[in-house]
């Protein structure tokens, strides 16, 4: 059972648009969230996270927001950039259990110049 | 090299053997983990450590095995290695219980097991 869900798999964006990657959760304990980035043959990197105690948090042209009644959260990126193109993976994360991260299945995201 | 480092980057070994993939952080991070990355699956847990001679299983330990002597080394150990076990395999470290939970990984290992 996927505490954390990426719906989908991959999104197309053209330069210079705002690419929009989706995450949904299921268990209201998490009180963390996070994205990271992962370009092919290299480890994830932390890009931006967000409390549960916030709605919105923004980093330059990456800003996430936290629907908690909808256990759902966003990442917007905008202006969208060719270097953007990687693997988004959303994960969260519960205080009470040290704070391991549940990730989910990643979005492959593409920005065409 | 600082930072985080595994070795090694690529390794095919058949079933039944064992083996054992190595993660060194320089950073003196107390909290190590070990992840696998699966298409469809994104990254699973199968181990982690809060500090030195401490370690507990995460989501998916079956048929793994870990030990961490010193607070800059996780080595991880596939006892007898199956087909399923073939995967991309992450180190990754954090500062110890931070709000911000940031994790920052290693280059990973990916793994056949044929």
């Known amino acids: 059972d996927q505490q954390v869900k990426q719906n989908s798999p991959s999104l197309s964006v053209q330069e210079g648009r705002i690419s929009i990657l989706n995450c949904d959760y299921t268990?209201?304990?998490?009180?963390?969230f996070l994205w990271y980035k992962k370009y092919p043959a290299e480890g994830p990197t932390f890009l931006i996270s967000i409390s549960s105690i916030k709605d919105k948090n923004e980093d330059g042209r990456f800003t996430v927001f936290l629907n908690k009644s909808a256990k759902h959260l966003s990442l917007h990126i905008v202006p969208s950039q060719p270097g953007d193109s990687a693997v988004y993976f959303c994960?969260?994360?519960?205080?009470?259990?040290?704070?391991?991260?549940?990730f989910g299945s990643g979005t492959r995201l593409l920005v065409r110049p | 090299d600082a930072g985080i480092t595994q070795s090694p980057r690529y390794k095919i070994t058949e079933t039944g053997r064992q083996v054992t993939l190595m993660c060194h952080q320089t950073?003196?991070?107390?909290?190590m983990f070990w992840y696998r990355q699966d298409l469809g699956h994104g990254l699973r847990l199968i181990y982690y450590?809060?500090?030195?001679?401490?370690?507990d299983k995460g989501e998916v330990p079956d048929g793994y095995v870990v030990s961490r002597s010193k607070t800059e080394n996780f080595p991880l150990t596939l006892e007898s290695a199956t087909r399923s076990q073939t995967s991309v395999y992450f180190c990754a470290s954090r500062v110890g219980r931070n709000r911000v939970n940031e994790q920052f990984f290693g280059p990973g290992t990916r793994l056949t097991v044929l």
């Open positions: 268990n209201s304990m998490f009180d963390y």
């Open positions: 950073w003196s991070h107390s909290y």
């Open positions: 450590s809060a500090a030195a001679d401490i370690t």
């Open positions: 994960a969260a994360s519960r205080m009470d259990s040290s704070y391991k991260l549940i």
